[in-house]
């Protein structure tokens, strides 16, 4: 099993930036993917960004240019550096891990909230 944390939301102008962190704990030597998804009042939960163990990247056509994934691994942490952020940003911002035995697991999200 595999725990995942989020933290780093919140209320942030039109334009402006925040950073997400989720903190992995359990079978994290079993972790290979790990992303992040949103979802928006009425949406469905959509693909932000996700980045393999080794570091490759893939960005919803949305967010390229200015959200950066990353990820430590020692640390056990998942990062998403937002910039230049839009109202259509706004959503519950959700950290998901895969393991090598195809597990997927989610965390209990957090708001981010883009004001114009």
């Known amino acids: 099993q595999v725990q995942l944390v989020e933290s780093g939301g919140g209320l942030v102008q039109v334009g402006g930036s925040l950073r997400l962190s989720c903190a992995a704990s359990?079978?994290?030597?079993?972790?290979?993917?790990m992303g992040w998804y949103r979802q928006a009042p009425d949406k469905k939960r959509e693909l932000v960004a996700t980045i393999t163990r080794t570091g490759t990247t893939n960005y919803a056509d949305s967010v390229k240019g200015r959200f950066t994934i990353s990820r430590d691994n020692a640390k056990n942490t998942l990062y998403l550096e937002m910039n230049t952020l839009k109202p259509e940003d706004t959503a519950v911002y959700y950290c998901?891990?895969?393991?090598?035995?195809?597990?997927?697991?989610w965390g209990q999200g957090t708001q981010v909230t883009v004001s114009s």
């Open positions: 998901t891990a895969y393991t090598d035995i195809w597990s997927q697991f």
């Open positions: 359990g079978t994290v030597l079993r972790i290979t993917t």
